[in-house]
Nanobody, 124 residues
């Protein structure tokens, strides 16, 4: 059974930082593209970032470029999202995702597995 377990969410002030972690189990982690999506109430889940199998290729949605960094540790089956210079607009539930597609995309339909999500709240 595949499990993606997020941690590290919480409350931060604008300009602050948080680091999200996602522990994966039940899948060949190094063969999966990993990523993060986020969702606010009343809106669809939105792409945040993905990282390729080796970690060499990353992509970000425009609104987080230069502030967020995605990385992975295949020896630990973990993927991370370092979030700096946080803004109130970053407030959302953040989901860890995994895709067997070797050509990752920004579309939620590309991802096979989803975590339960972790709440990030940024106060002004």
């Amino acid at each position: 059974q595949v499990q993606l377990t997020e941690s590290g969410g919480g409350l931060a002030q604008a300009g602050g930082s948080l680091r999200l972690s996602c522990q994966a189990s039940g899948l060949p982690f190094s063969r999966y593209t990993m990523g993060w999506f986020r969702q606010v109430p009343g809106k669809e889940r939105a792409f945040v970032a993905y990282v390729s199998l080796s970690g060499e290729l990353t992509a970000y949605t425009d609104s987080v470029k230069g502030r967020f960094t995605i990385s992975r540790d295949n020896s630990k089956n973990c993927v991370y999202l370092q979030m700096n210079s946080l803004k109130p607009g970053d407030t959302a539930v953040y989901y860890c995702v995994a895709s067997a597609d070797l050509r990752p995309t920004e579309y939620s339909s590309s991802y096979d597995y989803w975590g339960q999500g972790t709440q990030v709240t940024v106060s002004s």
